[in-house]
């Protein structure tokens, strides 16, 4: 895979400002990992008077994940916190690796990869917060948001410009997608919309 030029305008925008090393790694990457609050949420929990809790997710990363998916690269949410608006969203977008209540992701990340059988260069993380760091330590490609802890932000190889909840995801999908050649396709083809998939 050739991650140094693309082939489609849309591609190349999505690449204009990406390091070449970064690009190399965003090409790797055939299992993609990520956190929930703070990375698919803007972190927000809401509670109700019955005590459960609301979370908002964003329609665009939904669409990003199915992309990637449809792309060929693996997709897996590791969580710490626990509950089942996660699994439902999940669920909504064919995402069968959901692991929740994980305090060490790093070994999640390891067990996931193993299971997939790739190695942990060709895997990614995206994370936001401490909890995230053993995981971003481990992965080919570690990726974060721009509202995360700036240390956090400093161990990622690449940082999204939207904040986790409003788009960063999708940032990150496109990334991944277009460093591997497969984004244009989804540009001037018929897309996930058009039959009818929930994002």
């Not at 925008?13 to 055939?30: D, F, M, N, S, T």
């Not at 809401?46 to 809790?53: A, L, M, R």
């Not at 509950?83 to 959901?98: N, T």
């Given at each position: ?138 992965a080919g490609f570690a990726a974060s948001v721009p509202n995360a802890p700036g240390y956090v932000a400093q161990a990622a190889h690449w940082v999204a410009t939207q904040p ?36």
């Amino acid at each position: 895979m050739n991650a140094t030029f693309a082939t489609h305008p849309g591609e190349a925008l999505v690449l204009a400002r990406i390091a070449p090393g970064v690009r190399e790694r965003a090409a790797a990457v055939r299992l993609m990992v990520f956190d929930v609050d703070g990375v698919l949420t803007d972190g927000s929990l809401y509670y109700g008077e019955n005590g459960e809790v609301f979370k908002r997710f964003h329609s665009l990363d939904g669409h990003g994940l199915r992309l990637l998916m449809e792309g060929g690269v693996k997709v897996a949410l590791v969580t710490g916190r626990s509950g089942p608006i996660v699994a439902r969203r999940a669920a909504e977008l064919g995402i069968a690796d959901v692991q929740q209540g994980v305090r060490d992701k790093g070994a999640a990340l390891a067990e996931l990869a193993q299971r997939h059988a790739v190695q942990l260069t060709e895997t990614g993380f995206m994370g936001d917060d401490v909890i995230d760091l053993s995981a971003m330590s481990r992965a080919g490609f570690a990726a974060s948001v721009p509202n995360a802890p700036g240390y956090v932000a400093q161990a990622a190889h690449w940082v999204a410009t939207q904040p986790g909840g409003s788009g960063a995801v999708r940032e990150c999908c496109d990334l991944l997608l277009a460093a591997r050649g497969r984004l244009g396709g989804f540009l001037t083809g018929p897309g996930l919309l058009d039959r009818g998939v929930i994002q």
